[in-house]
């Protein structure tokens, strides 16, 4: 049937509309294309990974800051700006909620501390009053914080825009020697342990006996009383944590764990010869337990000096020759943010963390996927492992029962504040 004239109007004008929007997309399609292909700056590359994975430090003082100088009240304390307020133990604070969320931090191990004068009188009920103040923290802004217990709860968290929020008691005095309450502080949702602070415990051995002119009364690493808290985490699911802990105490563990362990808040030996940080052959170790070393920003650990802050150069320079050995897969951060007084120039507070990203991707031999590792990635895939291997232990495992000796409670002079009820040689006031 040959066109009439009105057929070929409305088909011409069919195809030049259709011209027009085939235009329009490859106009909108190149716009595109080019706008995708431009790359990324490097500031842009560290919001994207943040946004997409979370960053979770593995050690955070605030608690510890909010005991020393608001005696953990927190009902009226603004907690968006901590630096508004004059503070007598840290100088300045380097935690609040807008620092956090511009460091876009996405998880924290919050440290659960007192310190070692607690020890044999009232530490368990200091450090569960910090676990206390933290729950109430959380409860306070539901909105930004989240409690979390596994990796999987850890996603949860980030994915809903909150703050994922571990708790990790730092010193093995929290526990008084006793296995219920260990078990009792991992019911509480506590899910690290560092075994010793900057004293011994009646069954391990701090890092200060490794100073030369240490006379401190020694252990040799872990008692076998020791050796069962380890069994006993393992078995719980709660991660052993080697910062602080002397040398013979970190080779002890790494001969029986059957979980990978974390360093929380140590950086490197042969960068800095302290005894807080991690000798080379113990990274070896830490790559064959499939653990992990997660970095501290401590000025002193990190330049060896008192009188210089260090800077983000120096601290990546310890990120680098812990992940030279220990691999990529075992290296973390764990800043140590309001339990120290200096920090490093340019990691001023828990704001800075993406300083600390830009420079490793600027260096050029960290790709995305290596970031995400450093990040978060590794202290997840350790915690999933402790999880998994504790499913597994307590299959088999019952819960330890074992008291430790009163011989190894009397050496630490830590017998005085006890009714020795439980010992049966021991002749107590009968009730009657
Ligand atoms: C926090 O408070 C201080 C002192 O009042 C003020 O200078 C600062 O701008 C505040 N910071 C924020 C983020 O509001
Ligand atoms: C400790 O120091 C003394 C000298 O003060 C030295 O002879 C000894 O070798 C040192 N020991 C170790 C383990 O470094
Ligand atoms: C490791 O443990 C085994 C037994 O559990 C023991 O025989 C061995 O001496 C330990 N090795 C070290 C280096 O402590
Ligand atoms: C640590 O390093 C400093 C400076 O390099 C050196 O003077 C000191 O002797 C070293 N200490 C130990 C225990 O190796
Ligand atoms: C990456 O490159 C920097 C600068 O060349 C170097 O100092 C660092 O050790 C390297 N990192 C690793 C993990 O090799
Ligand atoms: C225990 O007390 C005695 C006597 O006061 C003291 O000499 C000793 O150093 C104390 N031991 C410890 C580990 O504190
Ligand atoms: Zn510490």
Redesign the pocket.
């Known amino acids: 049937m040959p066109l009439t004239r009105k057929h070929r109007i409305i088909i011409g004008s069919i195809v030049a509309i259709l011209a027009c929007i085939l235009a329009i997309g490859i106009t909108i399609g190149v716009v595109a294309g080019r706008r995708k292909s431009t790359p990324l700056t490097i500031q842009e590359q560290v919001n994207q990974i943040l946004a997409n994975n979370p960053l979770i430090d593995g050690h955070n003082d605030w608690a510890w800051l909010i005991r020393a100088n608001f005696q953990n009240r927190i009902n009226d304390l603004d907690l968006?700006?901590m630096?508004?307020y004059q503070l007598k133990n840290t100088t300045p604070s380097h935690t609040d909620i807008?620092r956090l969320r511009k460091g876009q931090v996405g998880g924290q191990f919050w440290s659960i501390y007192t310190g070692c004068e607690h020890q044999g009188k009232d530490a368990t009920v200091s450090f569960m009053e910090q676990i206390d103040v933290m729950k109430r923290l959380i409860a306070k802004h539901p909105d930004i914080f989240q409690m979390a217990t596994t990796a999987n709860e850890v996603r949860q968290a980030f994915s809903s825009k909150h703050i994922a929020s571990l708790f990790g008691i730092e010193g093995g005095q929290a526990i008084e020697s006793s296995f219920s309450i260990l078990r009792l502080f991992y019911q509480m949702g506590v899910r690290y342990m560092t075994l010793t602070h900057n004293c011994n415990t009646p069954w391990a051995d701090q890092n200060k006996v490794d100073h030369n002119d240490s006379v401190l009364i020694k252990n040799n690493g872990l008692t076998e009383f020791g050796k069962r808290v380890i069994a006993e985490m393992n078995r719980l699911g709660m991660l052993v944590d080697l910062s602080h802990v002397a040398r013979k105490t970190m080779l002890d563990v790494f001969n029986i764990t059957r979980s990978p362990v974390i360093f929380s808040h140590s950086s490197a030996y042969t960068v800095c010869n302290h005894t807080r940080n991690v000798q080379d052959d113990i990274l070896e170790l830490v790559k064959i337990n499939q653990g992990i070393v997660m970095v501290t920003f401590v000025p002193g650990f990190i330049v060896c000096s008192d009188t210089n802050r260090g800077t983000i150069d120096d601290v990546a320079a310890h990120i680098n020759h812990i992940r030279n050995i220990v691999g990529i897969e075992g290296v973390g951060l764990g800043a140590d943010y309001d339990g120290i007084q200096k920090t490093p120039v340019g990691l001023e507070d828990v704001s800075k963390f993406p300083k600390l990203i830009e420079y490793l991707l600027s260096q050029g031999n960290w790709t995305h996927d290596d970031i995400i590792k450093l990040i978060g990635g590794n202290i997840l895939r350790v915690m999933e492992k402790n999880e998994q291997i504790a499913q597994e232990l307590q299959k088999t495992m019952k819960p330890e029962e074992n008291l430790i000796s009163i011989n190894e409670l009397e050496i630490y002079n830590l017998t005085q504040c006890r009714n020795l009820d439980m010992y049966p040689t021991i002749v107590t006031n009968a009730t009657s």
Request: net charge neutral; proline share 0%.
């Open positions: 968006f700006n630096t508004q807008t």
